[in-house]
């Protein structure tokens, strides 16, 4: 029998080698984040610099949501909407288009997308960059809850997942009866009592892809 617990080469957890569908669980779903964004992780947060840029940026954005205003120009891929005059920052180009008319605005967290910022194909690089389509809320997205659907690696508040409880309706959920919990219990999200996905499915990128 080995002594040394078991760590992981990815993350560097270690787990007690008697948990040995923990460690299974663990590899499967935790681990699918690749080692290099693990390290990036690392090094943002340990980066006094990157760790000053980020919070500077959360508090700038607080401020937002306090003092709401007219929004001219999609969270997203920051072209101005529709009817606004260019900022002063940018170059005065009669050419360049406008992204529309805000097609997305979040009541909670303020986020704002055009139309081409919700679709698929312009999230952007996972764990690298925040995702258009995503507001800034952590549980749940332009106001709909992330429990009710299946896990998908674009949840989350645009920086960090929503790992959370999750009760998708079974029925072509992409997940079998037994990737469910067996009893009924209250969401820890929403509040609601329904059966949910077991825990090790919960960081799964999207149904059955891990
Ligand atoms: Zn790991
Ligand atoms: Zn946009
Ligand atoms: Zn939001
Ligand atoms: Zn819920």
Known sequence: ??????????CQKTIKDCQKTDWKAHKRSVCTKPAI????????SKN??????????QAAWADRVRNPQTIGACDGCFRRFRGFPPREEEEEDENTPDAGDAFKHCQDCDWTICRDCSHPQAQGVPYFDRPAGTCRCPTANFGVSYC???????????RKPYHGDRHPA?????????????????????GVSAR???????????????
């Open 1 to 10: 029998e080995p002594e040394k617990p078991l760590r992981c080469s990815q």
């Open 37 to 44: 964004f693990h390290k990036l992780d690392k090094m943002m």
């Open 48 to 57: 006094p610099v990157m760790a000053g840029l980020q919070s500077f940026e």
């Open 148 to 158: 009710r659907s299946t896990p998908n690696y674009l949840d989350g508040d645009g």
């Open 170 to 190: 079974m029925a072509g959920s992409g997940y079998s009866v037994a990737s469910f919990e067996s009893q009924e219990r209250e969401c820890r999200t929403c």
């Open 196 to 210: 949910h996905l077991k825990k090790e499915h919960l960081k799964d990128a999207l149904p059955g892809i891990v």
